[in-house]
């Protein structure tokens, strides 16, 4: 830039060329080519394209084109493209309040056009002729004519080449590609109806057809297993009114498909992909107790609200919003989230273990593929329904048609092995209605009773009946035959989780039931914990251990819960202590409560290493059944591994 | 060593002392069992290192007296399919042949000095008393100790002698039984160990004769019991015993009586529709009746009526109903009494003379 000194002699402020401002705004929102692609497509979405190619060379930085089938642009249009506030999209201020289209602030052209050499050729649907405009670097051409199809045709070229401090910031050729091919993929997944295809150096990256529906986009950006493991979700806050309130659809996927960053938590909103806070943490609250910690979990969700009760000009890419009434919105979200989620098969598929086993026999130098990422997809549209009946587990989920009709069907799957009864049960207690109904039991008779109206599919599913014979591995795995093959499950995680949640649902009931002892038993305690200990007595009663402070250093505990069978008072004690220290907050506290009635049942629990008779360990597995909720223990672990017979099949070389 | 007994006697006597040989042990040699040929008799010892117990055959010829270790588990299956009257046991070098009739075996010795060493009996700190009587105060308290780990002291039951009785307590925290018994002793006497459940149970077995007079005797690290031809120790627990003078109520408000087998029938009843882990029975009192009522979330209600015989307001306590179970059934006459002052502290159950049986109850907070 220039030196102050230089400036100086005509004053100190004076207005920056156009192509200068150009270019900063153009840092705000081009950083990388991915930024080019994603305006030119945003804007062939919001002229109304239903195809729209996509031409990269060299990870876009030297050539990003994009074809479409839009509407296209009038020669008046044209003069006025690289115009910086320049937009077709707004007309008064009062615009602003009901954004529909992705775009509005009329920046993205302007800025592409100085720094790069960009031209546009676009025809209107009523004219014979395409008119073409150029833009080098700021200097903007005249509109002429020329031959193009209906629709518009933007091509940049050599991105960064006059500013050569950004260039140096591109990373590589793959890296650039990949970035741009996820700006498409996530745009792709946000607009049903429209088709995408791109090319990398002249080779086919990526399609998606204009008819595939969200759940065929996903299969085909992410891969069949992904497609099929998925649960949708469906919210609408007022049903009977179509298009008016909040409405949340789209699917979760098991927890066992999360990973450590986000790149597959993606929201749209009203078709515009969005990182949002809220957002965020109301998928991360849906998943709470079925992810370990620091994993994100995938999920695509959308969410189609009136334009009017969200702000979307809060960011320059407009990756963040703010809604009017998020708090409402939190908790009807949430809700929903969680019931898909515990409907989802929670269970680690043996798969991945036998992968991993050939892998280490293998030994490396297999070639990497990147997991899930489909490049080229193999064949018609609907691969991924051409597999062996075995691996539909447990032939319980009507398995979903490749193409169509999937996002509605809400209600398929919800029948047969998966944890029918979860749904129900957990909003029954989680509602701390405290009657008595008993959901889970109702819930699962129901449904193993009476097929529903996907009979004829649901009638060839077989039910598993939890039958033996068991066999215990090490004192510490349970190995059983399920129909289709066998599942692997962790005793003490099993355990853990029926009396955590057995507590909690005594706890949401109003009653804990708490077994008095004969002599209290004294624990030794520092100072400061006593005193804690001593200020929430009472709170701490409500979660069934009654205790007193005994001495200056000295807790007596008077009673425990009367489930837990094996009490390890000092243990429990220390934990409790620990627990109200590390969250701050009273033990009626939500959280607290939860974490504290984890810790007593991962303390009582069947432990690893304890034998268990045939008897016993059926009684452990059909409690956990009526529960519901027995796909992982309290702190997310799961609690079963399940092979099928194609794993073993794959494992013995049989195919 | 050169033996010959009789075949009932030595089968009868490896099967006890095999009762309490590990079968699988961190020191080989206490896989064994010991046979002891001195003058006029054939000793067996076994031990566990907890529990030691010495079996004495008297009928037996000994030509040559010697000490041998085999194998606890071959010989006593060997010896039991015998069929002839007689066997010997004749050992020399690193073997020992048993034989009986045409059917002999042919073990492997060890070194008998690597069996540990096992104490004989002390008279000075014993007392004489009826088998029977000793064998009903070990039914009477055992069934009450801790089973589940934890409460180390809660695994073994207090025996004491204290003002001319002898006392048994047990208890696993949540509820407790205690019996005493007259006992001939001098009366400054007093005497207090915590014996191990297990062993407890052993010495029980070896009392088969009910009329027969024993020993039992307080050492400094063991509690002993000696018979005509047996004697059993058992290693002490090193622990605090929970103050169960304090823990029994004196009176309470509240008396109950009640026909002992018919409550235990309605408790079960009742207990049908609670789960193993959350088991809890509301017994509910009002004049000459009691009402059990048990319910659990998830699976239904039960309730029970009985007639019994209560004067006063209506009342109502939880417990858990096999505790209670537990303790009816040892009840020794058909009306079982039944104390308590309100639904949050300990109900005491009378089940025979001198024997009482005390239970926390389960609260419910609602």
């Known amino acids: 830039m220039e030196s102050p000194q230089e400036t100086a002699r005509d004053g100190v402020i004076r207005s920056l060329p156009q192509t200068v401002v150009n270019q900063i705004a153009a840092g705000e929102v081009i950083e990388r080519p991915a930024s080019v692609v994603k305006e030119l497509v945003e804007n062939a979405i919001d002229a109304g394209a239903t195809r729209i190619k996509i031409d990269l060379e060299e990870g876009g930085v030297r050539l990003v084109r994009v074809v479409d089938d839009g509407c296209g642009m009038g020669t008046g249009d044209l003069e006025l493209v690289f115009a910086p506030h320049a937009t077709s999209k707004l007309h008064t201020p009062d615009d602003l309040d009901h954004i529909a289209s992705l775009g509005f602030?009329?920046?993205?052209?302007?800025?592409?056009?100085?720094?790069?050499?960009?031209?546009?050729?676009?025809?209107?649907?009523?004219?014979?002729?395409?008119?073409?405009?150029?833009?080098?670097?700021?200097?903007?051409?005249?509109?002429?004519?020329?031959?193009?199809?209906?629709?518009?045709?933007?091509?940049?070229?050599?991105?960064?080449?006059?500013?050569?401090?950004?260039?140096?910031?591109?990373?590589?050729?793959?890296?650039?590609?990949?970035?741009?091919?996820?700006?498409?993929?996530?745009?792709?997944?946000?607009?049903?109806?429209?088709?995408?295809?791109?090319?990398?150096?002249?080779?086919?990256?990526?399609?998606?057809?204009?008819?595939?529906?969200?759940?065929?986009?996903?299969?085909?950006?992410?891969?069949?297993?992904?497609?099929?493991?998925?649960?949708?979700?469906?919210?609408?806050?007022?049903?009977?009114?179509?298009?008016?309130?909040?409405?949340?659809?789209?699917?979760?996927?098991?927890?066992?498909?999360?990973?450590?960053?986000?790149?597959?938590?993606?929201?749209?909103?009203?078709?515009?992909?969005?990182?949002?806070?809220?957002?965020?943490?109301?998928?991360?609250?849906?998943?709470?107790?079925?992810?370990?910690?620091?994993?994100?979990?995938?999920?695509?969700?959308?969410?189609?609200?009136?334009?009017?009760?969200?702000?979307?000009?809060?960011?320059?890419?407009?990756?963040?919003?703010?809604?009017?009434?998020?708090?409402?919105?939190?908790?009807?979200?949430?809700?929903?989230?969680?019931?898909?989620?515990?409907?989802?098969?929670?269970?680690?598929?043996?798969?991945?273990?036998?992968?991993?086993?050939?892998?280490?026999?293998?030994?490396?130098?297999?070639?990497?593929?990147?997991?899930?990422?489909?490049?080229?997809?193999?064949?018609?549209?609907?691969?991924?329904?051409?597999?062996?009946?075995?691996?539909?587990?447990?032939?319980?989920?009507?398995?979903?048609?490749?193409?169509?009709?999937?996002?509605?069907?809400?209600?398929?799957?919800?029948?047969?092995?998966?944890?029918?009864?979860?749904?129900?049960?957990?909003?029954?207690?989680?509602?701390?209605?405290?009657?008595?109904?008993?959901?889970?039991?109702?819930?699962?008779?129901?449904?193993?009773?009476?097929?529903?109206?996907?009979?004829?599919?649901?009638?060839?599913?077989?039910?598993?009946?939890?039958?033996?014979?068991?066999?215990?591995?090490?004192?510490?795995?349970?190995?059983?035959?399920?129909?289709?093959?066998?599942?692997?499950?962790?005793?003490?995680?099993?355990?853990?989780?029926?009396?955590?949640?057995?507590?909690?649902?005594?706890?949401?009931?109003?009653?804990?039931?708490?077994?008095?002892?004969?002599?209290?038993?004294?624990?030794?305690?520092?100072?400061?914990?006593?005193?804690?200990?001593?200020?929430?007595?009472?709170?701490?009663?409500?979660?069934?251990?009654?205790?007193?402070?005994?001495?200056?250093?000295?807790?007596?505990?008077?009673?425990?819960?009367?489930?837990?069978?094996?009490?390890?008072?000092?243990?429990?004690?220390?934990?409790?202590?620990?627990?109200?220290?590390?969250?701050?907050?009273?033990?009626?506290?939500?959280?607290?409560?939860?974490?504290?009635?984890?810790?007593?049942?991962?303390?009582?629990?069947?432990?690893?290493?304890?034998?268990?008779?045939?008897?016993?360990?059926?009684?452990?597995?059909?409690?956990?059944?009526?529960?519901?909720?027995?796909?992982?223990?309290?702190?997310?672990?799961?609690?079963?591994?399940?092979?099928?017979?194609?794993?073993?099949?794959?494992?013995?070389?049989?195919? | 060593m050169k033996v010959l007994c009789n075949r009932e006697q030595l089968r009868e006597g490896l099967a006890i002392v095999n009762g309490v040989i590990p079968t699988k042990s961190t020191r080989p040699a206490i896989e064994n069992v010991c046979l002891v040929a001195t003058e006029n008799a054939l000793e067996l010892v076994g031990t566990d290192l907890e529990i030691a117990i010495r079996y004495r055959l008297d009928d037996v010829k000994v030509a040559d007296t010697g000490t041998v270790l085999i194998p606890a588990r071959v010989a006593n299956e060997f010896v039991r399919d015998l069929s002839e009257e007689t066997v010997s046991i004749d050992s020399g070098g690193d073997n020992c042949v048993i034989s009986s009739g045409g059917d002999r075996v042919e073990l492997v010795t060890i070194e008998s000095d690597e069996f540990p060493v096992v104490a004989r009996f002390q008279e000075t700190h014993s007392y004489p008393l009826l088998a029977e009587t000793f064998n009903k105060q070990i039914h009477r308290t055992s069934f009450a100790a801790a089973r589940e780990p934890g409460r180390y002291a809660m695994h073994g039951i207090l025996i004491e002698i204290e003002e001319g009785r002898l006392r048994m307590v047990a208890t696993d925290g949540r509820r407790l039984a205690v019996t005493s018994t007259v006992i001939d002793c001098p009366e400054d006497a007093a005497h207090r160990a915590i014996v191990p459940t297990k062993g407890l149970q052993m010495f029980s077995r070896i009392l088969s004769d009910p009329m027969a007079r024993v020993r039992i005797s307080f050492e400094e690290t063991q509690f002993c019991l000696k018979t005509d031809n047996a004697e059993i120790y058992a290693r002490l627990i090193d622990g605090e015993f929970p103050k169960y003078s304090q823990v029994v109520p004196a009176e309470g408000a509240c008396k109950v009586e009640a026909d002992a087998s018919l409550l235990v029938n309605k408790l079960r009843l009742a207990s049908t529709v609670t789960s193993a882990d959350a088991r809890a029975v509301r017994l509910v009192f009002t004049e000459d009746h009691i009402e059990l009522l048990a319910r659990a979330t998830g699976r239904g209600r039960a309730t029970g009526q009985m007639d019994a015989s209560y004067q006063g307001s209506e009342v109502d306590i939880a417990f858990n109903p096999d505790f209670l179970i537990d303790g009816l059934k040892q009840c020794e006459s058909d009306r079982v009494h039944l104390e308590f002052n309100d639904r949050t502290s300990p109900g005491k159950f009378q089940l025979g003379q001198d024997y009482t049986y005390v239970v926390m109850p389960i609260t419910i907070d609602t």
């Open chain 1, 105 to 655: 602030r009329g920046e993205a052209m302007a800025s592409i056009g100085s720094i790069a050499r960009c031209r546009v050729v676009s025809r209107q649907g009523d004219d014979g002729l395409a008119h073409t405009v150029e833009d080098t670097g700021g200097e903007i051409g005249d509109v002429v004519e020329a031959g193009g199809a209906l629709g518009t045709t933007v091509e940049v070229r050599d991105l960064f080449f006059n500013t050569p401090a950004r260039r140096r910031f591109l990373k590589r050729t793959s890296t650039e590609l990949s970035r741009c091919l996820d700006v498409i993929q996530r745009i792709a997944l946000a607009h049903e109806g429209i088709g995408f295809v791109v090319t990398h150096d002249s080779r086919r990256l990526f399609d998606v057809e204009p008819s595939m529906d969200l759940l065929a986009r996903i299969r085909r950006t992410f891969g069949a297993e992904l497609a099929d493991s998925l649960v949708p979700v469906e919210f609408d806050e007022h049903p009977d009114r179509p298009g008016f309130g909040l409405r949340l659809t789209g699917f979760v996927a098991p927890p066992r498909f999360s990973r450590r960053d986000t790149s597959r938590l993606m929201w749209f909103l009203n078709g515009r992909f969005l990182r949002d806070k809220l957002l965020h943490r109301v998928v991360k609250e849906g998943y709470r107790g079925f992810l370990v910690e620091n994993r994100q979990p995938v999920a695509f969700l959308r969410l189609a609200m009136d334009p009017a009760l969200v702000d979307v000009n809060v960011h320059p890419t407009k990756a963040e919003v703010r809604f009017r009434e998020g708090r409402r919105m939190f908790g009807m979200l949430v809700r929903a989230l969680r019931d898909a989620v515990a409907q989802t098969d929670i269970a680690t598929p043996g798969a991945s273990l036998v992968d991993s086993m050939l892998k280490r026999e293998l030994g490396p130098g297999r070639s990497e593929l990147q997991p899930g990422q489909t490049w080229l997809p193999a064949g018609g549209s609907d691969h991924g329904v051409i597999r062996p009946a075995g691996s539909g587990w447990l032939g319980s989920e009507p398995s979903r048609p490749g193409t169509g009709g999937a996002t509605g069907s809400t209600d398929s799957g919800s029948a047969g092995w998966s944890p029918a009864g979860t749904g129900g049960d957990r909003e029954g207690f989680r509602g701390a209605q405290g009657t008595s109904s008993y959901p889970s039991e109702v819930d699962g008779q129901a449904t193993a009773a009476t097929p529903s109206a996907e009979g004829d599919i649901e009638a060839w599913a077989t039910t598993d009946e939890l039958r033996g014979p068991y066999l215990q591995v090490d004192k510490t795995y349970l190995l059983r035959e399920v129909p289709g093959g066998f599942e692997v499950i962790d005793q003490h995680a099993l355990h853990e989780r029926l009396t955590y949640e057995l507590l909690l649902r005594d706890l949401r009931a109003g009653s804990i039931e708490v077994q008095g002892l004969l002599v209290p038993e004294l624990v030794e305690l520092a100072k400061s914990e006593v005193e804690l200990i001593g200020e929430h007595c009472e709170a701490i009663k409500t979660l069934g251990v009654d205790l007193a402070v005994f001495g200056p250093a000295t807790i007596a505990v008077h009673g425990l819960p009367a489930r837990i069978k094996r009490p390890n008072v000092e243990g429990m004690v220390t934990d409790l202590v620990h627990t109200i220290e590390a969250e701050g907050k009273p033990p009626n506290a939500e959280d607290v409560v939860e974490e504290v009635l984890h810790r007593m049942a991962c303390r009582s629990s069947i432990m690893a290493g304890d034998s268990l008779t045939q008897e016993e360990i059926h009684a452990l597995l059909s409690r956990a059944r009526e529960l519901g909720c027995d796909q992982t223990c309290p702190h997310a672990r799961p609690t079963r591994v399940r092979f099928n017979l194609a794993d073993l099949e794959r494992a013995f070389h049989r195919r």
